[in-house]
């Protein structure tokens, strides 16, 4: 089993910048695929952005492309979302995800172990 731990959440106004936390920790015996994933109130979880094993590829959804970073580092076991430009429409709560498997995904179903997720609030 593996646990994923999600930090760094918080209120910052539009314009600010955060950085997410996520450490994977627990028994593991395979490479496993990160991402990140948001759900705001009355919506649907929806990807954010996903890193791959080694972290040579990274993907992002269309809304946050050139404001948000993902990157890891396998040695801390932990993966990192560095957040900026934010705007009131990135108001979510995040959840970290790991997905066994070399490569990125950024189907919901595709992953296996969801931390409990941290509030990022945008004020305008």
């Known amino acids: 089993q593996v646990q994923v731990v999600e930090s760094g959440g918080g209120l910052v106004q539009a314009g600010g910048s955060l950085r997410l936390s996520c450490v994977a920790s627990g028994r593991r015996s395979s490479s496993y695929s990160m991402g990140w994933f948001r759900q705001a109130p009355g919506k649907e979880r929806e990807f954010v952005a996903a890193i791959s094993w080694r972290g040579a590829t990274t993907y992002y959804s269309a809304s946050v492309k050139g404001r948000f970073t993902i990157s890891r580092d396998n040695a801390k076991n932990t993966v990192y979302l560095q957040m900026s430009s934010l705007k009131p429409e990135d108001t979510a709560v995040y959840y970290c995800?790991?997905?066994?498997?070399?490569?990125?995904?950024?189907?919901?179903?595709?992953?296996?172990?969801w931390g409990q997720g941290t509030q990022v609030t945008v004020s305008s």
């Open positions: 995800a790991a997905a066994e498997g070399e490569y990125y995904y950024i189907g919901v179903d595709e992953y296996d172990y």
